[in-house]
């Protein structure tokens, strides 16, 4: 553990790279913070559609913040100043700048995504805002490629149904999560070719795993739930052969 945790600091300091500025506009490497997890291979397929991905964000942030979805986040998930919080797909940051600003000086946003430009375009708008708590990583569609236990909570917000690979993510999504860490899942209850998660798959294919449901909300002003799970320890996350994949109705 203590070698790979050298190997991710010796990563994560190469993370971030200006650029020369062209325009008002400046290019960023954004690679990955950790080395691989498991391959995708080594999982079962997901039998049932994924989404594309067609957009760095769901709505306006205006009608986001009409009925206050990120302070909601962070009050049902507990969120305070001082903690590591990853937007897994962070796409252009809607939670990100927020989360930043609430997390303060002491604390940190990962905004992981798997879109390289969508990161850039982050990266430029996080240093027009002048936040300096907030790291970029790049992320596999079956891996997050994150620091073992480097987060408090990790939201994924509106992302969950274009996961290509949702049982080799959320296995290689566990280690980057403390001791009692909490992951938040806001999407619609809805058929993924409408942008939605069923509730009932998502539960299926987050226990499938280990992850245990400990809270259901619904937002309010808004139609997305958001699902609270307690991820498996290493002890009981399920070994890839054990996975059995989910055969729930997508409806
Ligand atoms: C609809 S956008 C939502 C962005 C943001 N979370 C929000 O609420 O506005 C979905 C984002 O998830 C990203 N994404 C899709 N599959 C992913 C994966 N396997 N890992 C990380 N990000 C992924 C996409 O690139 C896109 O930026």
């Known amino acids: ?18 650029a020369p500025a062209v325009g008002s506009t400046q290019s960023f490497e954004i690679t990955y913070l950790a080395p691989p997890g498991k391959p995708a291979r080594e999982f079962p397929d997901p ?3 994924v989404a594309e991905i067609v957009s760095p964000r769901r709505s306006t942030e205006q009608q986001r913040d009409a009925f206050d979805e990120s302070g909601q986040l962070a009050r049902l998930l507990a969120i305070k100043p001082g903690m590591t919080v990853g937007d897994i797909g962070a796409g252009s940051g809607y939670h990100t700048v927020r989360l930043s600003r609430l997390l303060g000086r002491a604390g940190h946003v990962i905004a992981q995504d798997v879109t390289q430009d969508y990161l850039n375009q982050l990266a430029n708008r996080i240093k027009r805002l002048k936040l300096s708590n907030v790291r970029f990583a790049l992320g596999e569609p079956h891996d997050p490629r994150l620091p073992p236990a480097s987060l408090d909570v990790a939201i994924l917000v509106h992302m969950y149904h274009e996961v290509a690979q949702p049982y080799a993510f959320l296995y290689n999504l566990a280690p980057a999560l403390k001791h ?6 806001v999407d619609l209850d809805r058929r993924i070719s409408q942008h939605g998660t069923p509730l009932e798959l998502l539960r299926c294919e987050l226990a499938a795993l280990g992850y245990r449901q400990i809270a259901l909300h619904q937002l309010t002003g808004d139609a997305a739930y958001l699902a609270v799970f307690s991820p498996p320890n290493e002890a009981n996350r399920k070994p890839p052969r054990d996975i059995v994949p989910c055969n729930v109705a997508n409806r």
């Open 1 to 18: 553990m203590r070698i790979y945790s050298v190997i991710a600091a010796l990563v994560s300091t190469a993370v971030l790279t200006f």
């Open 47 to 49: 039998k049932r559609p």
């Open 180 to 185: 009692g860490a909490r992951v938040g899942i």
